[in-house]
């Protein structure tokens, strides 16, 4: 993150973009498993990510097409695989993949077990546990007031999902992997922000759908009757999600951990089920209710606050663990 400015600009409306695409991925995937799995979702929307990933690392780095679709500092994947890695970078790649997959799948399976109402009430608590670790792992420092923004922001969050929040000592299972995802993800983005001092976003996401698209492809086998779509506009929601939430969204989001820190990014997440319950009411003609747009105004309401908390000392800090990321203890 460069240290003159606290906010770029650009990162910031990438990130904007970034969060409405993903906000669209419940509505796909609602249509999506009229046909077939949780699993197979996954797995086919991450092959499909995989698979276009490569095809723009592979676009030749003086192509003004290249230039566009990936990082302007960055090579093809070609060059990318001559360069030397540490095995810091190794590590961080792995682990990337690996926290990846398990937040992905772990909260597909959560969903099979517990209410949307109580999974993403639990997800909430993202900020919550990307500040703290970033903070006890990265050196993050951050002004009061990002901790006061993060606080307001969480509560307008819950406030959204209390009102539907069931205690069901049936769930716990399902409401503790809930949770369990949720770390997985913060990792996942404290992950994300370092590498991407290293890599390009597109880079980054090849690997990782890659490492989701193997992880899956055996828990789609369990399942083999709700494996393939039976139509073809199941393939063409699939296709959609995956250019839509994966590769447009999900890039960049990556793309903008790079120059914002993944606690604010963390909490720019907590607008999603908004966003989302904005779309269902113009897709589906779902009810939105005084309560979505009194959240929205919370949320947004503590960001703002938080961004105040972002200063030229957190930005050198993360500067410092991003020159050699967990190296440290990596190469020991």
Known sequence: MAANQSINRGAFVALIVGLVAVSASPIFIRLSEME??????????????????????????????????????????????????????????????LTFTAAVISWAWALTKTTVANSSLLHSSIPIFTGLLGWLFLGQRFRPSFWVGMAIATTGAILLGIEDFQFNPEQIWGDSVSLLSAVFFSVDLLLVEQLRQRLSSSTILFYGFSMVTLLSFPLVLCFPETALPTSLNGWLTLLAMTI?????????????????????????????????????????????????????????????????????????????????????????
């Open 36 to 97: 077939i799995s949780p699993y197979a979702t996954i797995f086919h929307r991450s092959w499909m990510a995989t698979a276009i990933f490569a095809a723009l690392l592979l676009i030749p780095n003086n192509s003004s097409v290249g230039t566009a679709l990936l990082d302007s500092d960055t090579n093809s994947i070609k060059q990318q695989l001559r360069k030397p890695r540490s095995r810091s970078l190794q590590w961080l790649l792995l682990g990337f993949g």
């Open 244 to 332: 839509i939430c994966q590769v447009v969204g999900h890039g960049l989001l990556t793309y903008a951990l790079k120059d914002i820190t993944a606690g604010i990014v963390s909490l720019c997440h907590l607008l999603v089920p908004i966003l989302s319950a904005a779309e269902a009411w113009w897709v589906f003609g779902e009810a939105l209710s005084k309560l979505s747009i009194l959240t929205f105004v919370t949320v947004l309401a503590g960001i703002i606050i938080s961004l105040r908390g972002v200063n030229k000392s957190t930005i050198e800090v993360t500067n410092q663990a991003n020159e050699d990321p967990l190296a440290g203890s990596l190469e020991s």
